[in-house]
């Protein structure tokens, strides 16, 4: 016990407090208001024996509540000697009853998996983090990381009551909450409040105990991700040694670097998935005993059924002659098991990458994995562009091109590509590849509305054509991903407040890059272009977008010259069962990763080097960013980029669902809504202990094994189901 603190270990001291609080008839949030102001009282100690209880029959709960009482009455005896803390955790302690009354009512069919489970969840681990910290010291001195952690829980539970008042307030039509706030205000009010808190506190996020409530590999995987961060942003300098060895000068560097995070720091982040020795030869590595098949085809852009940033739904052009194609082709990656006979059912996949970063082979490291444990698979991922060289529709365009091609009645061509005429076709993808994956079946099913509605009114026209309708997906697989981009916020998406992988800063810029037509520099007005659907084709180029795509040609160039492959009848074959010994045999492997590593730390210098940078959009003045959020929302509430908002998923009953979310990711709230909003077969899969993309770690974290091992059973079931 420190300073002037005095402790009284009389049982009747607390009851006396709490039977005065009951004696008064407040309503919990007053009563959760008394014990907050208690927090100072140093005269006040809880007792071990004090207990939550829930009115529940569910045995999972009950286990729940035993397992948080137990950790709440070992964590009072071991620091009675600080009321001060205990009295904060009592004030999470004492709201978790009604925190899991809450969470019980946003629950996907029984699944105990939502934004204020987690909460629950985050707050038990921390407390068991204290417990094995002190467990046996005497005369524990409380670290004041920890101390810091907690006042972030208590800022995080501040918020959640007001999410939970929004959400009851506002229902939805069929008098059900909603996990998703009813208005950007609250992403201004309170996510800025969380992005704005003391460096210190965010410090500690990042620093000695980052990523507390992952497991342990994936706590060493976020560290090493954190360390490398701050290394690259103090150059290698006196301060590297700092960053190494000291958790609490490396938690404030990420703390600076995360509150101005910008496109070119997402960029310069998602450079380490680009190195060769992780795209290339660790997959080759990994995987070169397999049957895989790996080859590369190029489609043509498709030039009737065009998207538009300023239209909500697809449009066809019957005039195609008028239609300007650009000449670039889409590059498409083709993995195949061929231990087996092929099944000819095609995997199409879409990598995740926030819409900003990542190819391919960027994912190589799990889609590889993925094949070699399905024989006779095949696995199709496309080369879509990302931003902010392009912006919002042409990812998806490109998309669609790819699908109308594959599911098309030019079989020779197909043939010639993958080997076999695809009957069936699931779509997989993870985070952002996941989002393009939605919005693409939502596309599709509207496609097949308009050739329905077209039909009809050719149907009195005996020389009319009828157009034949798109074969949909059998089934979609789509890994933590978001599906609400209005920056409407859920409850889970606070840990965005502190995730290493994917924080706050980053998300939102990611939003930046791919968001068409809204202008986020504060000295000017903010326009958008949101009008009704019209069939008059564009005067200029369709893949020109108003001049959104005015770098695609540069952008799809420059990689076709990255390609290192071998070219062979037409078709791009790669080497795989030698290339990593090849490149073993030719480079001293030591001096490559070295020039990686600078390479890597060049580029984090050169964001991180002094020089007068604009703050970032979200950051900005509370009336200049709700003007922008409004500009924001006319256009995010489009269902192609904010899949929850779409209008017809009865449309879509006959396509399976996979959903595969994270307890400990911002976007699980997302996925749970998503699964309620689904109106054919759904599968929720919620995992415990790892982070946002945890796929890309998979060969270094053993829970990421065994939760790919889910991800293969499910997409099992999406391909034989």
């Excluded at 949030?29 to 100690?45: A, F, G, P, S």
């Excluded at 609490?248 to 070119?264: P, Q, T």
């Excluded at 489609?299 to 697809?314: D, G, I, P, Y």
């Excluded at 078709?571 to 030591?590: A, G, H, R």
């Amino acid at each position: 016990m420190s300073g002037t603190t005095t402790v009284t270990t009389v049982q009747e001291s607390f009851d006396s407090f709490l039977k005065d609080l009951s004696d008064k008839n407040l309503t919990n949030e007053e009563r959760l208001k008394h014990i907050h102001e208690q927090c100072t009282n140093d005269t006040l100690v809880f007792p071990c024996e004090l207990e939550i209880k829930t009115n529940t029959d569910d045995p999972v709960i009950d286990e729940f509540v035993k397992e948080i009482n137990q950790v709440a009455a070992e964590l009072y005896d071991l620091l009675g000697d600080y009321p001060q803390w205990c009295n904060k955790f009592l004030i999470i302690h004492q709201l978790a009853p009604d925190v899991i009354e809450w969470a019980k009512e946003y629950d996907y069919n029984g699944i105990r998996a939502n934004g204020y489970w987690t909460l629950i969840k985050i707050a038990v681990k921390l407390a068991k983090l204290v417990i094995e910290k002190y467990r046996g010291v005497k005369k524990p001195i409380i670290d004041e990381n920890l101390e810091l952690l907690l006042d972030y829980a208590l800022i995080a539970v501040d918020v959640l009551k007001v999410l939970r008042k929004d959400s009851v307030e506002n229902p939805n039509q069929d008098n059900t909450v909603n996990l998703i706030t009813s208005d950007n205000k609250y992403f201004i009010e309170l996510f800025s409040l969380l992005l704005d808190v003391d460096d210190k506190m965010v410090a500690a996020m990042y620093g000695r105990y980052c990523g507390f409530w992952l497991c342990n590999q994936s706590r060493l995987t976020s560290i090493t991700f954190v360390t490398a961060l701050a290394i690259g942003a103090r150059g290698l300098n006196a301060d590297v040694m700092q960053c190494i060895y000291s958790p609490e000068y490396r938690g404030l560097v990420i703390a600076k670097l995360i509150k101005s995070a910008d496109i070119s720091f997402v960029k310069m982040m998602g450079s380490l998935m680009e190195w060769r020795i992780y795209k290339h030869y660790l997959p080759s590595l990994l995987y070169w005993r397999h049957s895989l098949k790996i080859s590369e085809f190029y489609v043509e852009h498709q030039r009737n059924w065009f998207l538009s940033a300023c239209n909500v739904k697809v449009m066809r052009f019957e005039k195609t002659n008028e239609l300007q194609d650009n000449g670039n082709k889409i590059r498409c990656r083709l993995y195949q098991n061929t231990s087996a006979p092929l099944n000819k059912k095609l995997i199409v996949h879409m990598h995740g990458g926030g819409f900003i970063i990542g190819t391919p082979e960027s994912h190589d490291v799990y889609v590889q994995n993925w094949c070699s444990q399905i024989p006779g698979c095949s696995i199709l991922s496309v080369d879509y562009s990302v931003s902010p060289e392009v912006k919002f529709p042409v990812a998806l365009q490109q998309l669609l091109d790819v699908y109308l091609f594959i599911e098309s009645d030019n079989d020779e061509e197909i043939k010639k590509a993958i080997g076999f005429k695809p009957e069936e076709f699931i779509l997989a993808g993870d985070s952002a590849g996941g989002n393009l994956s939605m919005a693409l079946c939502l596309v599709l099913n509207d496609i097949n509305k308009k050739i329905e509605q077209l039909n009809k009114s050719k149907a009195a026209s005996t020389n009319e054509t009828h157009l034949k309708s798109v074969k949909m997906p059998k089934s979609i697989l789509n890994l933590y991903t978001p599906y609400n981009l209005t920056l409407n916020i859920s409850p889970s998406m606070i840990l965005a407040s502190c995730d290493s992988m994917i924080s706050a800063g980053v998300m939102l810029s990611c939003f930046e890059a791919y968001l068409p037509l809204v202008n986020f520099n504060d000295n000017q007005e903010i326009s958008t272009q949101i009008t009704t659907e019209t069939t008059t084709p564009p005067s200029e180029s369709r893949f020109s977008l108003n001049a959104l795509t005015r770098n695609i040609s540069s952008l799809i160039s420059s990689k076709e010259k990255e390609l290192e492959i071998a070219s062979l009848n037409g078709e791009q074959i790669v080497k795989k069962d030698n290339d990593w010994l090849e490149y073993i045999q030719t480079n001293n492997i030591y001096t490559q990763m070295v020039d990686l590593i600078q390479g890597f730390i060049g580029n984090l210098k050169s964001y991180v080097t002094p020089k007068i940078k604009p703050k970032p959009w979200y950051l900005a003045d509370k009336k200049v960013l709700r003007t922008k959020l409004d500009a924001l929302e006319a256009i995010t509430i489009n269902p192609y980029i904010s899949p929850l908002f779409y209008d017809d998923f009865e449309g879509l009953k006959n396509v399976n669902l996979y959903l595969i979310a994270l307890h400990f990711d911002p976007f699980l709230d997302d996925n749970v809504s998503m699964a309620k909003k689904w109106r054919g077969k759904v599968s929720l899969d919620v995992l415990d202990d790892l982070q946002h993309g945890f796929l890309n770690f998979m060969p270094f974290v053993d829970e990421a094994k065994k939760a790919n091992l889910v991800c293969i059973e499910r997409l099992k079931e999406a391909i034989y189901c």
